[in-house]
């Protein structure tokens, strides 16, 4: 990839710019939490946008994508904005930064990843960080703290892109580190960093390549129902609620509302019993966390499909430590925690049994959690 950007630089622009990258990411447990104040667990992987960059001297951005062979050009003013999607994304991080007070000069881009679209990977976030890092260190002496880049990310999209994100995408781009996973608080950002070395297990994810059209707006409703309860109980969110709470109102709140807050509080818990659980390296836990997050997607929640609860049922067949839903739900992929000598035949029985049932094999992506945005070398 670097080679093929260089190429392509040196084509379009002459000479030799300097290379950023930065990650997609994982979540390992967490999920639906961000919005009712609670924890989530995610880490960056060895999966990246990668650009090289170069100011120009102008007041001009030049940015070519290698991936979908577009070029685009803009000034850094409001009115300045393109029309192509992803020049968008990188236009947003320029008018973000200056917003902020700092500094964006004209520059020359090319930029390629390997970071799988439609996969819940979060390809977007990984280049917003790539460029908000660049900007930071090209035009302002690495001055902007890493918190800030990665609300300039989540601004981006709010403003620029139409995405009314969360910070964790952006957070875990920004703040990977390798080997380790990050407990994100996400009411009051604080953060710490947990040991991930899978010695002896892979970590994998097997996307079912469905997404479901929905008629509804399945988030807003089940944000509501978070809402709803959390007001009868009289906190804030439901970070604040303990299942005895819950149990005490379930006579005044609908069947719905009640699974929707029992999902949620049940996984404040799990997301701690990982942390704690790898600190041992107790892999068992944290696999048995991670099924029961999947039963609580599925039953609860509601937020699964057919295609994910078969490939969570082939995992647990081929005895696979752990595996559940990743991301918002409705399709997309499993995470799953796999012992290195039960990975062949897992990814071989679930590519199987899935074709025959669904008429086409899962993708499979082996990850590796990595170092987040960077200077390369």
């Not at 979540?27 to 924890?39: R, V």
């Not at 964006?104 to 881009?109: I, L, N, S, T, Y």
């Not at 109980?233 to 709140?253: F, S």
């Not at 590519?351 to 200077?375: L, N, T």
Request: aromatic share 10%.
């Amino acid at each position: 990839m670097r080679e093929t950007i260089r190429e392509q630089f040196s084509q379009r622009f002459g000479g030799n710019g300097v290379f950023y990258a930065s990650a997609g990411r994982i979540n390992l447990i967490g999920e639906h939490t961000d919005y009712n104040g609670g924890f989530v667990f995610p880490g960056a992987i060895d999966k990246v946008i990668m650009a090289e960059i170069k100011p120009n001297g102008t007041d001009k951005v030049r940015v070519y994508s290698v991936d979908i062979d577009e070029y685009a050009e803009f000034g850094l003013n409001e009115e300045d904005a393109p029309t192509q999607q992803w020049a968008r994304y990188i236009f947003g991080v320029c008018r973000e930064v200056i917003k902020r007070g700092g500094s964006v000069k004209g520059f020359d881009a090319v930029f390629a990843g390997n970071v799988p679209l439609g996969a819940g990977l979060s390809s977007s976030a990984a280049l917003e960080s790539c460029f908000a890092y660049a900007m930071n260190d090209l035009f302002n002496d690495g001055k902007i703290d890493k918190f800030e880049l990665a609300k300039i990310g989540q601004s981006t999209e709010h403003n620029y892109c139409g995405v009314n994100c969360g910070i964790m995408d952006q957070f875990a781009s920004v703040f990977g580190k390798k080997d380790h996973l990050i407990r994100l608080d996400c009411r009051s950002l604080e953060y710490e960093y947990f040991p991930f070395r899978l010695d002896g297990y892979k970590l994998v994810l097997v996307d079912s390549k469905v997404k479901h059209e929905l008629v509804d707006s399945p988030y807003n409703k089940r944000r509501a129902s978070c809402e709803h309860v959390a007001k009868e109980l009289g906190v804030d969110t439901l970070r604040d609620a303990e299942m005895e709470d819950l149990e005490r109102i379930k006579d005044r709140i609908s069947q719905e509302d009640y699974n929707r807050a029992k999902y949620v509080i049940e996984e404040k818990q799990r997301v701690l019993d990982v942390c704690e659980a790898l600190q041992k390296g107790d892999y068992d836990t944290v696999g048995d966390r991670m099924y029961k997050t999947h039963e609580g997607m599925s039953k609860l929640y509601e937020v699964s499909c057919v295609e994910l609860d078969y490939l969570n049922d082939i995992a647990k067949e081929c005895g696979v430590t752990g595996s559940r839903i990743m991301g918002g739900g409705f399709g997309g992929c499993t995470i799953n925690l796999v012992k290195d000598d039960l990975y062949d035949n897992f990814i071989a029985t679930a590519k199987k049994k899935f074709e025959a049932k669904y008429g086409h094999e899962p993708r499979v992506y082996d990850v590796i959690v990595s170092d987040g945005a960077r200077k390369l070398d």
